[in-house]
């Protein structure tokens, strides 16, 4: 029920394209359009939090969240630890994405000091370098 209710707030964000910052309904409101109870839609808000995907607080709706490295990084950290894709796997991926940022026509000197600077743990690097050699 609780992932139900992730996807449903995830779809609401979409399809009313709302913005970093921009308020969500309340628990409540969720709660009774999906025919769940609060304490699923609290779950639900509590996970997405930890994603970093919204911003909630005692006393105030929820906000959609700005984009925060640490979820993905913390991600990535454990598919290399758990063997799922190699440091060199990320790297391809990374480059790919710096290239192609770093020649959009709409990409601006604050986008390509973003490129360059690496939220990938330092010893992703260190993993990195001992592998190729």
Do not use: C, Y
Not at 15 to 29: C, F, H, I, Q, S
Not at 98 to 106: G, V
Not at 120 to 127: A, E, I, K, T
Request: net charge positive; charged share 25%; no cysteine.
């Amino acid at each position: 029920m609780v992932d139900l209710a992730v996807r449903h707030v995830r779809d609401h964000i979409r399809e009313n394209d709302l913005k970093v910052g921009d308020t969500l309904p309340g628990e409540g409101a969720f709660a009774e359009q999906l025919g769940v109870s609060r304490a699923v839609m609290h779950e639900a808000f509590s996970t997405l939090a930890a994603l970093h995907q919204i911003d909630v607080g005692n006393g105030r709706k929820a906000r959609v969240a700005a984009i925060d490295g640490s979820a993905l990084s913390t991600s990535l950290d454990h598919a290399v630890a758990t063997a799922q894709v190699t440091v060199n796997e990320i790297w391809d991926v990374r480059r790919t994405l710096e290239l192609r940022t770093a020649s959009s026509p709409r990409s601006g000197e604050a986008t390509r000091k973003r490129a360059r600077s690496s939220v990938m743990p330092r010893r992703w690097r260190r993993m990195a370098a001992i592998s190729t050699s």
